[in-house]
């Protein structure tokens, strides 16, 4: 599939509207007012929950692979989840993670 520039700036001029309309309603329109605390408690989990659905595609189609499932990627990321429940550190899971990754890599390839 190929898009003509026209296509090109299109969508890239309607991402950045929406991502500009989409802020703007969060700190223009509501910026100076207090939100309910259950919203609050819910804006708390979004990085918590961006994250898996931007890493889950990488790992179970890997664009390295051409999409089939790689068993370096998935021990890492079961090393990656188990470092993260037993450290409870970002650091040491990141580290620990990338690691494992390697290690595997050069023990499988």
Do not use: C, K
Request: proline letters at 5%; glycine letters at 10%.
């Amino acid at each position: 599939m190929s898009f003509s520039t026209a296509q090109i700036w299109t969508i890239i001029i309607g991402l950045g509207l929406g991502s500009y309309l989409l802020r703007l309603s969060f700190l223009g329109i509501i910026g100076n007012r207090d939100l309910p605390e259950w919203v609050l408690r819910h804006l708390r989990y979004t990085a918590v929950a961006v994250m898996p659905g931007m890493i889950t595609p990488l790992i179970l189609f890997p664009q390295a692979t051409d999409g089939t499932l790689d068993p370096v990627r998935l021990g890492a990321a079961a090393a990656t989840i188990a470092i993260s429940f037993l450290t409870r550190n970002a650091t040491l899971t990141i580290f620990g993670g990338a690691a494992v990754l390697f290690a595997l890599h050069f023990a499988i390839h």
